[in-house]
């Protein structure tokens, strides 16, 4: 549930305009830098223990609010779609607001392909952050509503057709996510991948946790939100799936063109 800081530029080929040139700083302005590692890896846990907390804490308030489990559904999906926006459009400049271990390996992945993406170093340093976090958002919505801090989820999701969910769940987000940076409209991130995972709540059977992270934080729930540590291996196995599903998808519709003769 998440984007990336970086996009493709692929420059039309018959284009016989040169292309604009880079904006430069003004005179005496400081350049800008990236931030720095530690901080990149503080956003992702950060933000992923927000996500987390606040998918969990919603959930539970909404099982307190009302008994009927559509409404519960509506509370949990609003609540993640405006939280997860608020958060990459803050986060997103720090880290790319990945929260996310499925769309960090796909960047990765990328970027071994010469494309734009996170380096060996800074995958090595997300995923745990993001896990970390994950965990961390789950005991702090069990705080928030005076749950025990750790007590493992009995809610089983090893079915299936919820394991074809969470490819399909993944695989979308994962082209989402690439599209828009193949196609330079990664400003629209925080909207559209929020919208997205909002979406993903009522079309998959899975409720689309799309996130090995967050799956694994929600195992420490036996709230709403919760997933049975049983079930944990085959959600972020399916979810792994769906990325490569996703990036080949991506290859596939965003194929650069080629130079036509004229």
Do not use: C
């Not at 992270?213 to 036996?222: C, E, P, Q, S």
């Amino acid at each position: 549930m998440s984007t990336t800081e970086t996009t493709e530029h692929d420059a039309g080929a018959g284009d016989a305009a040169a292309p604009a040139a880079e904006p430069q700083p003004a005179p005496g302005a400081t350049p800008p830098k990236a931030p720095p590692l530690i901080s990149k890896a503080a956003a992702e846990l950060v933000g992923t223990a927000a996500l987390v907390a606040v998918v969990v804490g919603s959930g539970i308030q909404a099982t307190e609010l009302t008994e009927d489990v559509g409404l519960q559904l509506l509370a949990n999906s609003m609540a993640t779609v405006f939280g997860l926006g608020v958060l990459i459009a803050l986060l997103g400049p720090v880290s790319g607001a990945h929260f996310n271990p499925a769309v960090t390996a796909a960047e990765w992945w990328t970027a071994r392909r010469g494309g734009a993406g996170v380096s060996s170093r800074e995958a090595a340093v997300y995923v745990p952050a993001q896990v970390v976090g994950a965990i961390a958002g789950a005991v702090l919505a069990d705080a928030m509503f005076g749950e025990p801090l750790v007590k493992w989820s009995t809610h089983d999701r090893s079915a299936g057709h919820l394991l074809l969910g969470e490819v399909v769940a993944t695989a979308g987000l994962i082209l989402l996510i690439f599209g828009l940076a193949r196609t330079d409209r990664l400003r629209f991130a925080p909207v559209a991948v929020a919208s997205y995972i909002g979406a993903a709540y009522w079309f998959t059977s899975s409720t689309s946790f799309a996130n090995p992270a967050v799956t694994i934080g929600r195992a420490f729930t036996d709230t709403f939100a919760g997933i049975a540590p049983g079930s944990v291996a085959g959600f972020v196995g399916m979810q792994l799936i769906g990325a490569a599903v996703g990036l080949a998808l991506v290859a596939l519709i965003f194929m650069p063109g080629r130079e036509t003769a004229e």
